[in-house]
Structure formats: C-alpha cells, structure tokens
C-alpha cells in the first residue's frame, strides 16, 4: 500500500514539474509563433490526441452519454473558453517572460477557487480560509499601490482556471473525456482563427514549414502527457496530497523565471510574493488537516 501512495505521489509530483519546467522550456521553444496560433494548435491538436485516446480506451460511451445533454454542450463549451483564454494568457506570458507574472496566477488560483465555491455552492469557509482569501486581495492592493498596475496576467490565469474548476464541479466527467468535449467543441473557434491568421499571413504552421509545424503539433502531446499522469496520482493519493503536490507547478515556474528567463524579482514584488506565500502556507495547512 505504501508502494502504491508514493507512486501515486511520483505520478503527481512528475506531472506537476512537467507543467511547470517541461511544457514551460517546450513552448518558450516554439514562441516562434504568436500566442494566438499557439493556444490555436494546442487547442486542436489536443483534440485529436484525445480522439485517439478515447477510443483506444474505448471510452466513447461515456462521451456519448456527457454530450447528448444540452446543459453539458453548454457549460464545457464555456469551460473551454475558459480553458483556451488561459492558456492564451499563459502563452503570452511565457513568450514575453514573464513568467513570474503567471506563477503568481497559480499559486492564488486555488485560493480563489474556494472563495468561489463560498460565493456561488455555498460551501463552507473556515476561519483559516477566509484569512488566506483576505491575504490575497490585500496582495493585489499592495501590487497595485506598489507597483502602479493590478499583477493583470496572473488574475486572469487565476480567474479563468478558478471559474473553469467552478463549471467542471457541476459536471461528472472524468478529466480526459471532459477537456476532450471542451476542445472539440472550441476547435471550429480555432480554426476559423487560423485560417484569419493564414489570411494576414501571420502563421507558422503550413506545408512549407514542416518541421516548425511538426513542433507546433507536439502541443497537443505536452498538455496531455501530464493531465494523464497527473490525474493517475490522483486517483492513487486523494484531492488533498495531490493539491498540494499541484503547488510544485507555480514554484517550479517562479524558478525558472528567475534562472531561465532572467526575469527581475525586486524587492517589493518580493514582498507582494511573501504575502501569497503565507495565504497558500495556510490553505496547504488546511488541506493537510483534511
């Protein structure tokens, strides 16, 4: 059993670096093309990665039993927005380096996500969790008194993510069949977007290029290998190790922001930064007394 819980939290922990390392370096790689086409083909090709898994998988009756409802076209769809213009955000933010910027999405998201649930599913909010909540918006105000701008990329990336965990609590589906409807049914969206950019001649991706194309492909692989492996761990580890696993994602990408992309900590971000770390200190402290 013990075997068991520490490869569930390997499966976690690698999927969560992957996010946070792997998939940065990879799409700081390929930010040869814009943002836009980026979230279009990870959009797409994630897609068709998912098309393939389901039905190796032979999963397709439990994506014809989720979709034949209208209420779930609906709310994935918007959950798919959601999706996408996180992913764009985060793209840019990868392509500009500002990597801090996002790490700062990630590590509120979470926070915010339980202020949502209190809000909109009338869940329980303890004292502890009303006080990382409070640290955060007093974080933002510090940013924008400090810094003279509201940190705009990590709320989105926070915002979007936290709204996206909202839709997906009201519909039972697993992870894989769940974003496989949400890019299924954004992808016309995107490829209408696609064919503008052809038209302007601002892509990359066409049969003249094909190795920077066979790149662009590999976005859909890189969004996928770790949702798989990190929805492995945690069905192994349970919502409450695998959430705080999930923290290495931020950090790991804070790092790097650092070392990689050369990106300046000064020292009143780094005092914006103190103030989140101690909100998500005790919202991990709360996940470890459940």
């Not at 994630?46 to 009756?61: D, E, H, N, Q, R």
């Not at 990590?154 to 993510?161: E, H, P, R």
């Not at 290998?225 to 695998?242: E, N, Q, S």
Request: net charge positive; hydrophobic share 55%; charged share 10%.
């Amino acid at each position: 059993m013990q075997q068991r819980q520490l490869s569930g939290i390997f499966y976690a922990a690698f999927a969560s670096l992957w996010w946070g390392v792997v998939g940065t370096i990879f799409f700081k790689f390929v930010s040869f093309a814009s943002f836009i086409e980026l979230t279009v083909h990870r959009t797409i090709w994630t897609a068709v990665l998912l098309f393939l898994t389901t039905s190796i998988y032979k999963k397709w009756p439990e994506f014809l039993q989720i979709i034949k409802k209208k209420k779930n076209q609906f709310l994935l769809f918007i959950s798919g927005l959601l999706v996408s213009i996180n992913w764009g955000t985060w793209l840019y933010a990868v392509s500009v380096n500002r990597l801090l910027d996002s790490s700062l999405g990630y590590y509120i998201y979470p926070i915010i996500s339980v202020f949502l649930g209190k809000i909109f599913l009338n869940e329980k909010l303890n004292r502890n969790q009303f006080i990382a909540v409070i640290l955060v918006i007093i974080s933002l105000i510090y940013f924008l008194l400090k810094l003279g701008e509201l940190p705009w990329i990590g709320l989105t990336v926070a915002i979007t993510f936290s709204l996206y965990g909202l839709i997906r609590k009201k519909i039972k589906v697993s992870s894989d069949i769940g974003l496989f409807i949400e890019t299924l049914l954004i992808s016309p969206i995107a490829i209408i977007i696609f064919i503008y950019l052809m038209k302007l001649n601002l892509n990359v991706f066409s049969f003249n290029e094909p190795l920077l194309s066979f790149y662009l492909f590999w976005s859909g692989f890189m969004t996928l290998v770790p949702l798989f492996l990190y929805t492995l761990g945690f069905k192994i580890v349970g919502i409450g190790p695998a959430s705080m696993i999930l923290f290495l994602t931020p950090t790991s990408q804070f790092l790097l922001g650092i070392s990689y992309f050369g990106e300046v900590l000064t020292l009143e971000r780094f005092l914006g930064f103190m103030i989140i770390w101690i909100a998500v200190v005790i919202y991990l402290n709360e996940l470890r007394k459940q």
